[in-house]
Each structure stands twice: as structure tokens, then as C-alpha cells.
């Protein structure tokens, strides 16, 4: 069964750069079978789609984080990741990575989700 | 394309039937996904492609419509149902979710 995890820091200064990773496991990242995205919820509020690429593909951005934003495949090991530079409190939630299903393009396998906080 | 829930919130009782509109802002055909989520949980799909239903999902979820008109169903509402529903457009390369509905106990 297909498992993702993510891991990275908790807590982030102002204008840092967050950095993500996504454990896949399960299945290969280089599967014809998925998409990998990456979804955030800031506290108390709903779901923000950030990005998604297929492992052989170009990645897409959410335009309002788009200039702040990458998202890449490696699959050597297994895993994704994202990367937001510059960071504010307003990027403080909790950030999901998923994998899309090519059939039915839905996010079926999420992470259990790790909270980020920025403050100074 | 930007998807708007409605309502944003609801009260109901166990054994009532509750209905959950998104509508999409240009026409998705049918890419549209409807997950549940509960506190401190990850989001989880019950409805793919307009009115798929996941594999273990009860059948007292449904969903339906097409174009930018969409609805899910829940037939008899039960305690394990308060929770926050979303919906989700994949039809875009820039995919959007909605505000969220959340369910309540009358």
C-alpha cells in the first residue's frame, strides 16, 4: 500500500527557506500510476493546493507562490520534495504531500501532514 | 477556475439528509473530488470524478454533476460524518480546493 511522510523542520525564521521532503513508499515515485503534490492548511482555516509534477514532468505552481517555489523529484531515493523561499508567518500551516491518481486525478494517499511555524 | 462551496457551515441531526454544493467558476467536466476531514487528520477522498465512489466508502456518500454544477450527498447522516468536507477541481494544471463545509451536530 502506498505510504508518503514528510519530513523537515518545525520552525522557521522570516525569510528563510523551508525545505520538505516526501517518503514514498509502497510504490515507485517513477510510477505511471501518480502525481505528487503538495497541499497545505494554515490553522484553522481550508486546504491551499501548492504544486504537483509527474516524476518525469514539468512541475505546476500554484501562481501566488510560484516566483517562491520549487518542487522536484528524486528518484534515487524515493522521494519529493518542495522548497519556499522567503518565507512569512502567512506560509505558517500544515503541509500535506499527496499522490494524485492518474486515473481519476484525485488525491487518494496523503501524509499525515507536518506543521510549520515561521516567527521570529 | 475557482471552485465556491456552499454553505460553510451546517447543523444536523443523525438520520438526516445533507446536501453539499460546489460550484466551479468554468466548466471542469467532471474533475471534481470530494474528500472528508476530521481534527488533526489528513484530508481522505470519498468521491472521485463527479460521482465515483472510493473503495470503502459508504454507499450513503454520493456524488453528482458536471460542467460547474456539483453536489454531494450524504443519505443518513451518522455521528462518524461531522466533519469538514472539501471539493476539489483537478480539471486545471493550477488545481484549486473549496472553502470547506463544515457539518455540526444539531
Known amino acids: 500500500q502506498l505510504q508518503l511522510q514528510e519530513t523537515g523542520p518545525g520552525l522557521l525564521k522570516p525569510s528563510e527557506t523551508l525545505s520538505l521532503t516526501c517518503n514514498v513508499s509502497g510504490d515507485s515515485i517513477s510510477s505511471n500510476n501518480y502525481y505528487w503534490g503538495w497541499i497545505r492548511q494554515p490553522p484553522g482555516k481550508g486546504l491551499d493546493w501548492i504544486g504537483s509534477?509527474?516524476?518525469?514532468?514539468?512541475?505546476y505552481y500554484n501562481p501566488s507562490l510560484k516566483s517562491r517555489l520549487t518542487i522536484s523529484v528524486d528518484a534515487s531515493k524515493n522521494q519529493f520534495s518542495l522548497k519556499l523561499s522567503s518565507v512569512t508567518a502567512a506560509d505558517t500551516a500544515v503541509y500535506y504531500c499527496a499522490a494524485l491518481a492518474v486515473r481519476g486525478f484525485y488525491f487518494g494517499n496523503w501524509g499525515q501532514g507536518t506543521l510549520v511555524t515561521v516567527s521570529s | 477556475i475557482q471552485v465556491t462551496q456552499s454553505p460553510s457551515s451546517l447543523s444536523a441531526s443523525v438520520g438526516d439528509r445533507v446536501t453539499i454544493t460546489c460550484r466551479a467558476s468554468h466548466s471542469i467536466s467532471t474533475y471534481l473530488n470530494w474528500y472528508q476531514q476530521k481534527p488533526g487528520k489528513a484530508p481522505k477522498i470519498l468521491i472521485y470524478?463527479?460521482?465515483n465512489l472510493q473503495s470503502g466508502v459508504p454507499s450513503r456518500f454520493s456524488g453528482s454533476g458536471s460542467g460547474t454544477d456539483f453536489t454531494l450527498t450524504i443519505s443518513s447522516l451518522q455521528p462518524e460524518d461531522f466533519a469538514t468536507y472539501y471539493c476539489h477541481q483537478s480539471y486545471s494544471t493550477s488545481q484549486t480546493f473549496g472553502q470547506g463545509t463544515k457539518v455540526e451536530i444539531k
Open positions: 509534477l509527474y516524476y518525469s514532468g514539468s512541475p
Open positions: 470524478a463527479a460521482s
